[in-house]
């Protein structure tokens, strides 16, 4: 997948007449790609659509028209667009209650390294997680993680002849496992192509 280049993206005017109908795809898009890993922890498997809108709305709300941060935006976001060796996650702990949510955190320091996938029955994948910055503390966890996926080269042609994909995490305080649905291993399997 090619990074995105500043020539692609839509001036602030002509963002805003596409917005509704581009938010709309995207939104629609990212059903297929995200997925839920027991309760409390869910999956966005991004892509270059999905970072082009992450890109363009950040343009739209800090009203980001200038070169210089634009290059920024791009810097700070196209590290998240798969490369065709891999995918990449944003990953969400969620629980409504805010004192519930703060234990959990405390309870699931760690968890981001412990999230995986595994195409059929070649040996899981552990994400690597938050290269851009760290996001626990002495005390927790975030709620948001940024998670890469490394695949091999036989885990790609694996993938490619049709073999399942299961996504999970083994951490010792939340353990989940699904196997991914065909149109959702389809999309993500087109990450690696």
Do not use: C
Request: hydrophobic share 45%; no cysteine.
């Amino acid at each position: 997948m090619s990074k995105i280049e500043r020539g692609s993206l839509l001036s602030l005017e002509a963002y805003a007449r596409e917005r509704n109908a581009f938010r709309a795809r995207v939104i629609e898009h990212k059903k297929i790609r995200t997925v839920a890993l027991g309760d409390h922890v869910t999956l966005i498997f991004e892509d270059e659509l999905t970072i082009r809108y992450q890109i363009q709305e950040m343009l739209r709300i800090e009203r980001i028209f200038e070169d210089a941060g634009i290059r920024e935006e791009l810097e700070a976001y196209n590290p998240l667009v798969p490369d065709g060796s891999n995918l990449k996650a944003t990953m969400m702990i969620e629980y409504p209650d805010v004192a519930e949510r703060q234990r959990a955190l405390s309870q699931l320091k760690g968890i981001e390294d412990r999230v995986w996938v595994q195409v059929g029955e070649l040996a899981r994948s552990y994400a690597i997680a938050d290269e851009d910055l760290e996001r626990e503390n002495e005390e927790k966890t975030s709620a948001v993680h940024f998670l890469r996926f490394e695949f091999d080269s036989a885990a790609r042609a694996a993938l490619a002849g049709g073999k399942g994909l299961t996504v999970g995490v083994d951490h010792p305080q939340y353990q989940a496992r699904v196997v991914l649905a065909p149109a959702v291993r389809n999309a993500l399997a087109a990450d690696l192509a």
